[in-house]
């Protein structure tokens, strides 16, 4: 049996890398949605739902809204969300000692997707390359690597963290390695580093899935090149660098059509082929692809015109393989996932706060279930 498991993951990661290395055509390998709420229930005072109470603080998918995406919206890509400080607890620290309980949640939710359902899950977690304090997220917590801070976490702990956690899903090729959510307002430099030190844990193991690398200002395409934080270098300065031996690491990119780029207006301003413009170039000249695994935007006119636009976008420019929507998740109930409270979660069969049909209906099936086209299908 390990001998097969592994025999497919080697040769599905080398049809992986010849599509990556693709240079013409149609390359969106991955369509599909954010399942999130593994990261919920820890806002307020630190420590405070940690390890939190699974159905109940935080879960990870529902089955049946996964049958919903893939057996109706023939989807096959999912970014499955966790919190690290969870998955790791803080009083052991950062690296390979897990909480057994919730990893074997997430995997459950893995499994379904992947060997259920057959699909690709895009590991994430949701942690902006921070640890020991989501009380705050996006800003609380120790950067990783920060020598400065007596409390942060290493980079070797991060290593040692991706190592033991691709050595669990080394035999799955259905899974997808995201390294961290959104890293912002730290030295462009060590999320390199970070970066690096997850690429080389992973592929340690003899993990030969495909890997996405995230890279300053909340990973944002628009500011690819441009100077983020205070006074960040751009990532298009350092992302360049990275390696992976066997070649199959894309850079991993989020984009919002709002005013500000964070997603929570309730009108687009921002399209996507001006903004992804600078970032497409740097892509091309460096031969690398990237994913756009988080977006979104509202109901709004201006939205459902650009939204459509963005997709058709990564579709004509062959670096980008894959997308993913902002969000659905199993406990988002009313809550606004993105872009105003008209919207509520892409979730099949939820409402908005005004109690009316929620951004599945209004933002997915409206504008972009036309715009799958998935590479080889």
């Known amino acids: 049996m390990f001998l097969t498991q592994r025999l497919r993951v080697v040769v599905q990661s080398a049809l992986a890398v010849a599509l990556i290395a693709a240079s013409a055509g149609a390359t969106i390998l991955y ?6 709420g593994g990261e919920f229930g820890v806002f307020g005072t630190p420590g405070t739902g940690l390890p939190g109470e699974f159905g109940v603080q935080y879960a990870f998918i529902n089955e049946d809204t996964v049958d919903t995406w893939v057996d109706t919206n023939q989807i096959n890509f999912f970014r499955v969300t966790f919190l690290m400080e969870r998955m790791c607890p803080i009083a052991t620290g950062l690296g390979s000692t897990f909480n057994e309980t919730y990893f074997s949640e997430f995997e459950a939710a893995i499994n379904y997707i992947t060997v259920t359902k057959g699909k690709y899950a895009l590991i994430d977690p949701h942690n902006y390359m921070r640890y020991n304090d989501p009380s705050d997220q996006p800003n609380s917590g120790s950067i990783i690597g920060d020598t400065t801070d007596p409390n942060a976490a290493t980079t070797a702990q991060f290593q040692t963290f991706w190592t033991e956690l691709a050595n669990r899903f080394v035999n799955n090729p259905n899974v997808v390695f995201g390294i961290n959510n959104e890293p912002h307002d730290m030295a462009t430099s060590l999320i390199l580093q970070n970066d690096q030190a997850a690429i080389n844990g992973i592929r340690s193991t003899g993990a030969q899935q495909l890997i996405l690398a995230p890279g300053n200002g909340f990973t944002g395409g628009h500011s690819w090149t441009q100077v983020t934080g205070e006074n960040d270098d751009p990532s298009s300065d350092w992302l360049n660098q990275i390696v992976d031996p066997l070649n199959n690491t894309a850079i991993d990119i989020h984009e919002y059509l709002d005013s500000d780029f964070s997603g929570s207006h309730d009108t687009c301003t921002q399209p996507a082929d001006t903004n992804l413009a600078a970032l497409t170039t740097w ?5 690398l692809k990237a994913v756009v695994s988080e977006f979104g935007g509202s109901n709004d006119p201006t939205c459902l015109e650009l939204l459509p636009q963005m997709i058709q976008y990564l579709t004509a420019n062959d670096v980008y393989i894959g997308w993913s929507a902002w969000a659905a998740g199993p406990i988002w109930g009313t809550a606004s996932a993105c872009c105003g ?34 590479a080889g299908k």
Do not use: C, K, R
Request: charged share 15%; glycine share 14%; net charge negative.
């Open 341 to 374: 409270t008209t919207v509520g979660s892409l979730e099949p069969g939820g409402i908005n706060l005004e109690g009316t049909a929620d951004g599945y209906t209004t933002v997915w099936q409206a504008v972009i279930q036309d715009q799958i086209i998935l």
């Open 283 to 287: 892509l091309q000249e460096n031969n």
């Open 31 to 36: 369509a599909g949605v954010n399942e999130s």
